[in-house]
């Protein structure tokens, strides 16, 4: 997959993209990472790349000039690829699990960056998709950018290596994880359950689907309005249920 990033601040990238997974999906060459300096691409002779609103306001927006010549040089360089152009705005849509998963489906992503004010409306016209990382206002697009681009690129298929998987993590499913344990068995009192030290694999799976469920009943019951029901999903969830209720009244 190739990504292109459109930012006035560079250096941002340098560290964050180069570590972990991120650095070691472009060693295996499953990421092909290009950061664009949009400035390079002004012809204002100050090399501005943001000017005042028409009509007044505070602050200043980004031009569309230097941010759709950086996109036609792209266009130009990679005629063949199917192109995602993102423009992070707090204004956009939430960004979540089932946007990264049709991210890291696609072959080429170019995300904007603002650090201003605001865009140039026509700015819009040039890109696919508009996406906030939440309801709150961050100084730029690149932290933002960088989440989306390190919750994508683990799903490519062999970013992650052995001893870490995807199809299992919280959101993936639908909900989030159950709970988890390491050695030892017993810390400061407290065990580790029962179910898990006796290596029979059908109710340790049984046990993990209902504490993923259990877990996102009490956490996030928004999750829940979104799934598709198995029968024995909701036998389970009226047991969640009564347990729940009864641990309230002691
Ligand atoms: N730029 C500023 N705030 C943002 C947000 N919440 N998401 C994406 N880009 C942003």
Redesign the pocket.
């Known amino acids: 997959m190739r990504i292109d990033v459109l930012t006035l601040f560079p250096k941002m990238f340098e560290t964050t993209m180069t570590e972990s997974i991120l650095g070691k999906a472009q060693e295996k060459n499953l990421l092909d990472l290009h950061i664009q300096n949009f400035r390079e691409f002004t012809t204002d002779k100050h090399r501005h790349v943001d000017d005042y609103p028409y009509g007044g306001g505070a602050g200043m927006l980004l031009q569309v000039q230097p941010i759709d010549d950086t996109l036609q040089a792209i266009k130009k360089e990679t005629p063949e690829t199917k192109k995602r152009i993102i423009l992070?705005?707090?204004a956009?849509k939430t960004f979540d699990q089932k946007m990264a998963e049709s991210f890291s489906e696609e072959d080429h992503l170019v995300f904007i960056c603002?650090h201003y004010e605001g865009y140039d409306e026509r700015i819009r016209s040039l890109v696919t998709d508009e996406v906030?990382?939440?309801d709150?206002?961050?100084t730029?697009?690149e932290l933002?950018a960088m989440v989306m681009i390190d919750a994508t690129v683990r799903l490519l298929p062999d970013a992650l290596g052995n001893e870490q998987s995807a199809p299992g993590d919280s959101y993936s499913t639908g909900l989030l994880e159950h709970p988890q344990y390491t050695r030892p068995a017993v810390y400061k009192e407290m065990a580790v359950p029962e179910v898990l030290m006796n290596g029979n694999h059908k109710l340790i799976e049984q046990w993990q689907q209902k504490e993923s469920l259990r877990r996102t009943y009490l956490r996030r019951p928004d999750l829940l309005e979104k799934m598709e029901w198995t029968k024995e999903m909701k036998i389970m969830l009226d047991e969640i249920i009564e347990e729940e209720n009864k641990r309230d009244l002691n």
């Open positions: 992070l705005d707090p956009g603002g906030s990382l939440g709150y206002v961050l730029g697009g933002a």
